[in-house]
Structures are given as structure tokens and as C-alpha cells.
């Protein structure tokens, strides 16, 4: 790589000796690593305000699917196993064992760990986006852009990404984790391709997510070997450090697995049962359907994924010429094509945001990043922004982008605030109903936020935390994730009360009245059987109503209860 300047005509002008690329590299490697760190926790928290200040403030506790997470890791804490209900079936309705497990480490030091919680969510986003810096500026330096603006127009786009701060600090998901490792596997794999000499040996970063991809989420694995192969191919040098971190990922997701056979009786979690239908071409057409909404909908990200089919397309011919920066592009490349893959293989999400792409933003700018740098650095002046007449208009574009993302978020701000509202919802009922005597058995949609408050025995009728519900009906048909439903199911069983929390009470000529869907749960509601077994009810306490539904034996005993009002079913209204 040459030192020096950029002249009028946009070309670089040698003003230095001329160094290799790697030495280049590593004498970069060495003196921003502090920086980048200050920039990624500056750059989380940042992010994370600006998720929280769009959205209307969120509060501390999670959504609700984060909150079912906690609400084993507490089991497991307190010593009643990997349970949903205490006492009840050993179930796996968490999907990361590595963030149940890690949570429950909370649980054992505090009753009340959501600001620890937090707290390590924050040091994990800010840990993943360190890793995307330390890739722009490593590919920056190896293909001779300037680095310093690479990593400039990464630091921009990523404050215009307020949806990845809100997935991966403030929702309390594993989302954090998830991105952490991933980004950290691409970018010891970028050091190893890239590398000359021993710098580049892979080594405990590189091994460390290697084990914890498998355990973070089930799909880990194919992140993992995907990577680690691909990485093989194009890698000659470290092949055996690279295969050796391949047979690690084999082997914990291979211990997971037969932990899974033993303790549950099943490979996966029982939330791939309950959400992945056995219809594959079903799957992969709601996939597909997925990733393209992705792809044209979110902010930015057409224009970034075609930065990077242009990087792959300049990259390909390179690497086989032995060049240096475009093995690196072609890893980062291929994890960005793998996230994309592998969840429209899977059927994508009903989440806001397109939760399950946002584990690699980060790595979306890089390409543009390093395809725009030269031509900000030669209007600039030089390789760095030292050019005041340019400073101006750099901050208008910033500032633009930033807020034509930001407006997205904006627009968007109800579909987050009510994944925060539905956990606290069920916090609420599950508190008030701790009080009622005889606590019933109560089936419910929404699993979380109730599993951490209430005391009694709960039926997940989506199946996440429910194993026969979820195994009742292999292909899915309805809202994507929350088709498992089961009719006979349901009736085996039968609860005390459906409660209808997530729905709301409205105000009727006498009174309150129930306000619930009629077409829910396959239409259910609406039939002769309901209406003969279960009577509509009010559950009130000064402040606060929840509709739901009750067995006439249930309400036999709790008749003395004020709180507890018994409607007729003319006041049900199935508009809601």
C-alpha cells in the first residue's frame, strides 16, 4: 500500500515509502484498536438511546418471547430444571441454551437481574459492532482504501440502524450474543485469510465462537461449519487451525444435542417444533417472501446488498489472483449471503424490524464503505476528511441518511412499543392473578411476560413451551411462528380460564363488555362446545381490566371474588 495523498483528479499521489499491505495493515491494527473500541461503545450507546428516544421510552423488562427466556432461566436458578411450569414437563421453550444458561447466572446472584441483564446486552452489541469496525478498517487497509473513512461511513450507517440497537440491547434477547460471535468468527476469519506471516493465526477467538455458535441458537451450526469451510477453501495456510475450529463447533453442537435427546427427548428446541412447518416448500416460500421485504423494505439495504454483489463480483477474479482484501470481502460476503439463506430456508418471522437479519447489520456498510472512501478522500483533499469545504456537505449526507433511517424506526415505533406493552401486560394479569384462590389453570397466547409473575399452572396453546401442542400438527398454517394451535389439544386438557390479557376491556351500555376476536384460535371462540363449557369474564382490580374466559366450575368457586364478573355471552364482542 502507498502512502499519500489524493490529487484533483481523485488519483493517490505517493508521498511515503511504499509498505506492504500487511505490514500496513498491522501497524493500523496496532494503533486503533483502543479508538475502536471507544468508537463501538460510543457508537451502542448512541444507538441504544436514540432505539429507546424513537420508540417513546421503553421500559426495562424485555419483550415478551425475551421474557420466556427468563422465565426458565429462573427456573433453573431456583433449582426446579428446564421447566416451563414448576413441576411441570421438562420442555425447551427458549431456543438459545447458551443465553438461557448465561441468564440463569443472573438469576442466581439477583432476584431482579433486567439492569444486569442490560448491562450485558450493552457489552455484547458493543463487542459485535468493535468486531465490524475492526473488519471495514482490516479490509480498508488490505484493498488500499482509506481506512479511516471506511470506518466513517460504517459508524454513520450504523446510527441510521436504530432497529439493530432495540433488537440487541433493549429487547433482551439473545439477539446480542447471536451477533457477537457471529461477527467475531467473521472477523478472526478475515485476520486468517488476509493475514501474512503468524499475525494472522487463528486462536482463542476464533475457537471461542466456534463453541458458542452451536449453543447460541440451533442454525449455529451452519453458520459455523459454513464459514469455517468456506473459509478452509480459500485459506491454505491455516486449513488445520481452521479445521480444528470446525471440529469444535461439530462437538458442541453434537454434546447439545444429545443433552437435548437426554434431558428432553428431542434434538431441537421445542420452539423449531412449534414454528417450523414439516411443509418445506412452505417454508421456503414464506422464506423467500421474507427476505425480500427485507431486502426492499428496510432502510438502505438494496443499496448495501448491491454494494456487495458489485464487491463480490471485483473480489472473485482477485482471490484467485492471490490479491490481497478480496479473500476478506468474500468471507464477510458469504456470511452476509449465509444469514440470508439460511432464515428464508427457515420461513423468516412475524417480528418488527426483520429480527432475524439483524445480527449482521453491522457487516451490511462495509463494502459500501470501502467502494465509497477513495472518492470521499479525493474530494476531501487527502485520505483523511481534512478538506473544509467538504465538511459540510459530508455532515448534510450523514445527518440525511441518519434521519431517512431514523424516519423508518419512527413510523414503526407502535409495532415496537406493543412488544414491550404485551410483556408488561402479562406481568400485570399474571400479578393480580397470583392473588385469586384457587389459582386456575389458564391457557394463553403470549407466554412470557405471565410465566414470570404467575404462580399457577399455565398451557401455552401456541406450543412454545408446550410439547404435545407443538408436536399436535407438523405443518403450519396461519400467523407465521404462531400456527400450532390445536383444537382436540386444547379439549384434552381444557383450563380453567383463556385469558385474553394482550385485549382490552371496553366501556358498553352497561358496564364494561369483553372484546376478543370470535375467529381466534382457528375460530374456536365463535363454536357451540366454547360457548357451552366456558362463560366470557371480567377480571378487575381498581385500575385495571382483563377479559378472558372461564369454566362455570371455576367460577363456582371464586364467586365470592369482586374482582371476578361473569358476563353473558351477548356481551362479547367479536369485533376486536
Known sequence: MITGSYDRSGKLSASAPELNASDGSRAEAANVVLPDWIAAICLTGLGAFIAWYLAGGLP?????????????????????????????????????????????????????????????????????????????RRLAGRTGAPASLTVAVQCVALIASPGYFLWSVWTMMELALWSCMTL???????RAVE????????GLWLFLPALALPLSRPEGIAVAAGLLCFAAVICRRWRRSLLLALVLALVSFAAVTLFRLAYFGQPFPNTFYAKVSSDRIQDITDGAKYAISYALGAPFVAVLLAAWAAAVIWAVPRALRGQPGSRGLLIVAAAIAGFLAVYACLGGDHFVLWRFYQPVTPLLPVALGIGLSPWLGALSGGASVSGAKWAVPALAAAAACALLGWMHYYQARFDVAKEFTLNGAGIDFGNYLDTVSPRPSIGIGPAGGIALAYDGYIYDLLGLNWVEMAHANPVKTGMRNHASFDEPTFWKHAPDVLAMFERGCAEGREGRTLVVPTEAYDGM????????HYRPVLFQDPARCWPGFATPAWLAQVAEDPGITPLAWSDVDGKG
Do not use: H, K
Open 184 to 190: 467475531m468468527m467473521v472477523w478472526q476469519l478475515v
Open 195 to 202: 493475514a501474512e506471516g503468524d499475525a494472522g493465526a487463528p
Open 60 to 136: 426495562a423488562i424485555g419483550i415478551d418471547d425475551a421474557a420466556i427466556t427468563r422465565s426458565y432461566s429462573e427456573n433453573i436458578a431456583n433449582g426446579l430444571g428446564y421447566v416451563y411450569n414448576a413441576g411441570g414437563e421438562r420442555v425447551e421453550g427458549s431456543t438459545s441454551f447458551l443465553w438461557t444458561m448465561l441468564l440463569a447466572l443472573l438469576y442466581a446472584l439477583t432476584s431482579t437481574p433486567e439492569v444486569p441483564i442490560l448491562l450485558l446486552t450493552g457489552a455484547l452489541s458493543a463487542a459485535a459492532v468493535f468486531c465490524a469496525l475492526r473488519i471495514a
Open 525 to 532: 371462540l365463535a363454536s357451540s362446545r366454547f360457548r357451552d
